[in-house]
């Protein structure tokens, strides 16, 4: 079965930096994408980053690029969120999401992801 744990969220100030982690357990990340989604209160889910199974490739929603850092160890089958310089913006609940045989024209949609975890809050103060 496949599971993914999120950490790593709270309460920061703009400004501040915090990363965000993603084990994932069950298989491994062989194939596909991992990424991060979030969704603040009363609005929709919106991509924020993914990195392919290469590590080479990775994707960033405008409103982060350049601020946030999306990476992967195999070793530990984890995929980390780096947010720097952060905004009271970027408050949301933070998921993880995974797919192994996902079509890469699809990347930022939610639904071509067919595991997501539970999500951690990060807040963010100004």
């Known amino acids: 079965q496949v599971r993914l744990v999120e950490s790593g969220g709270g309460l920061v100030q703009a400004g501040d930096s915090a990363r965000l982690s993603c084990v994932l357990s069950?298989?491994?990340?062989?194939?596909?994408?991992m990424g991060w989604f979030r969704q603040a209160p009363g609005k929709e889910r919106e991509f924020v980053a993914a990195i392919r199974r290469s590590g080479w490739y990775t994707y960033y929603a405008d409103s982060v690029k350049g601020r946030f850092i999306i990476s992967r160890d195999n070793a530990k089958s984890t995929v980390y969120l780096q947010m720097n310089s952060l905004k009271p913006e970027d408050t949301a609940l933070y998921y993880c999401?995974?797919?192994?045989?996902?079509?890469?024209?699809?990347?930022?949609?939610?639904?071509?992801?067919?595991?997501w975890g539970q999500g951690t809050q990060v807040i963010v103060s100004s």
């Open positions: 999401v995974a797919d192994f045989q996902i079509i890469l024209s699809s990347i930022r949609t939610p639904d071509a992801y067919d595991y």
């Open positions: 069950g298989r491994t990340f062989n194939s596909g994408a």
